[in-house]
């Protein structure tokens, strides 16, 4: 799941319009400066989470099962628990 994907079920859940506007080059440096500038977040927030969109974050192994001994929850039942938390 891409994060795009992620904000777009996070939006349909809350039952919100999410418009998204891709653009071809953006630094993690601009892309901050933006979120300052259209959110509350302050840029020296934003920009280290800006950079770690960066990162893939597709679980590839299953061992923190073995230290975690929760069951797995579907990503749209844990985003109606995190905001009714």
Request: proline residues 9%; charged residues 25%.
């Amino acid at each position: 799941m891409t994060y795009r994907q992620m904000i777009e079920r996070i939006a349909r859940i809350r039952g919100k319009r999410m418009p998204i506007v891709e653009v071809p080059v953006l630094s993690p440096r601009l892309s901050s400066l933006w979120l300052h500038l259209v959110t509350p977040v302050n840029a020296s927030v934003a920009r280290p989470l800006v950079e770690g969109l960066r990162t893939p974050t597709v679980a590839r192994d299953d061992r923190i099962r073995a230290l975690v001994p929760l069951e797995p929850m579907q990503f749209d039942d844990a985003v109606r628990a995190a905001l009714a938390g």
